[in-house]
């Protein structure tokens, strides 16, 4: 008898041996599970029917089941058992199938056991007290049973005689094993559950390992991932560029099907959306920001990642808010103690069916270590964009002041010469108009004399505009109705536009505000556009004169049919005494262009497919006080003009 009882320890002790030296072979968690459990149910093992293993989650403070193992009803055990005789597996042959296999264990029994889940504080289950109580339980009889055997245990797994035991490492219960006989409804021995116990103390060493080894593998995961993140990021100078890049890759390396990058204005208070990614730009579009605002405002106010995992649940949404994302995560965006903004993931993928589908604290921990990065990158971006506005505006400014200087010399030296010019050249006109009066109809020197009064009149012109552009007056101020002042400017080149049977366009808008302006000057300005329109437009084309209200200002708009201005001369249109015509000074839109300057206004102008030239004259509302102030102090932005009109049209 000793010597039989001898011989069953050396075999479980071998046995035993074999199952560490297996477990111990490995350092992945998932295969490690997939031993153990090929350990309690082969036959050339344990030899249990069916195993399932409970770890405990320490941050949620919950026993979860892990992996399953066993068949699914008697023929399939039967069928299972018959082929392992048939081929005198070993053990190491079954653990060997058992992690070859791509699954986490069998499909339907590790489905079971992740769906369990039991709090390690309140209601109590069988297999916490079993884990809290750091000893087997053995149930030979689960209906006589005193202690709690939860409903969803007993529907998903308790059916006969069953052993719990805990999975001990260093003193600490890492987790429970649960075994049962349900097919072959073999009795389950005090030494079978001894040996269990045993292997179970071995299991929790090697899981253990196994969960160390995971926590490193994926920190050195997130440290590579960030590098190439931060590499990423840091490679464009583009605000656009970074934060596009931030959103997308925010949401890739989460898992989440969208994410959305929130800026943020302390000034204002104002948090709007500067970047999406996936499903998360149609979550903006369709009107449901309101949600991932609130979670981006949580997240800026504490300066600390916020996280969702069942928003359908959450009493602080909106029923409309709770449709609209499951799970959902915000993290700030800070940098040197500012409050740059948000990034909030949204739904994360499930990418098998064992994986949860809600995002957990690792991951949040892992996005809040990607938003100092592309705190870090949002700030540069926009450092190196002010850069560029700096330095924009230091050569617009720089040419602004060349040209300024120009017009000045310019200026003073045309004043003088048209003085002296224009008493010989009135002589010349009135002489020439006296001498063709007294000459007859067919005299053919009445020819010559007609030419000479023509070019100088010509001339007499090309003096005026000279003189008007170089002692510009200041304006005379009041306040004026703009759509008058444009009815006006149109009948005074009504004649010219007969001549061209061009076609009108007006559309001029009711309830426009009074603008504080010098009607005569304005119209000045008015005329000369649609002289310059008339010029270029074909017999019988169209034309368009509009008024309308935009922001705080009002856009007189004037665009003729023809052929469109080449986009190199649009910049020179404005600069004195550049014409693309023959009989023109290349003056009349420069003093346009001044007179506007110094209402606080500024001239556009662009093309389009519908019409060749489109002038727009930005004035100010009354309310506007900039116009008021000298006239020195203004700045316009000319490089802005195509760009800016274009994008108010």
Known sequence: ??????????????????????????????????????????????????????????????????????????????????????????FETVVRMSTEDAGGGDDALTRTARSLAFPLRGEVDITVDCVLGKSPIHVKDPAAYSGIISRKLKDEFVRCEFVAVPIMAKGRALGALIADNVFSRKLVTGEEVDLLSSLAHQAGLAIENGRVYERMKLRLSELSTIQEVGKGI???????????????????????????????????????????????ASIVEKGFEGLGEQLARWAIAEKSPVLVQDCTADPRFSEEEQGVVSSVMAVPLTGL??????????????????????????????????ADQAAIAVQNARLFEAVRETEKRLRETQALLLRTEKLAAVGEMSAKVAHEIRNPLTSIGGFARRVSKTLKPSDPNRDYLEIIIRESERLERILDEQLQFAQLSRPRLKMEDINEVVQQSLQLVSEEARRKKAKVLKRLAVNLPTLLLDSDKMK???????????????????MKLETKKVGDGVHVIIANEGQSIPGELMDQLFVPFFTSGRDGTGLGLAVAYQIVREHGGEIKVRSDQEWGTIFCVCLPVSENQDRRRNMRDRRVRLGDRRRSFAEDS
């Open 1 to 90: 008898m000793e010597q039989s009882a001898l011989e069953t320890k050396i075999r479980e002790f071998w046995l035993l041996f074999k199952i560490i030296n297996v477990m111990h072979g490995t350092m992945e968690l998932e295969r490690i599970l997939k031993i153990i459990l090929s350990a309690v149910t082969a036959g050339s093992a344990l030899g249990f029917n069916r195993a399932m293993i409970f770890l405990v989650d320490e941050e949620k403070d919950l026993l979860e089941g892990r992996m399953g193992t066993g068949p699914a009803s008697v023929e399939e055990a039967g069928r299972i058992w018959s082929e392992l005789e048939t081929s005198s597996a070993s």
């Open 524 to 542: 000045q300005v008015l005329i000369n556009i649609l002289q310059n329109a008339l010029k270029f437009l074909p017999v019988g084309g169209r």
């Open 234 to 280: 840091l490679s464009t100078t583009s605000l656009k560029e970074v934060l596009e890049l931030i959103a997308r890759i925010s949401a890739q390396v989460i898992g989440a099907k969208g994410s959305v990058l929130w800026l943020y204005e302390e000034s204002e208070d104002v948090v709007t959306p500067g970047a999406s990614f996936g499903t998360g």
């Open 337 to 370: 103690g500012n409050r740059i903004g948000a990034i909030t993931v949204y739904d994360k993928f499930a990418r098998s069916d064992f994986d949860s589908n809600v995002f957990e604290r690792d991951e949040e921990q892992f996005l809040a270590i990607l």
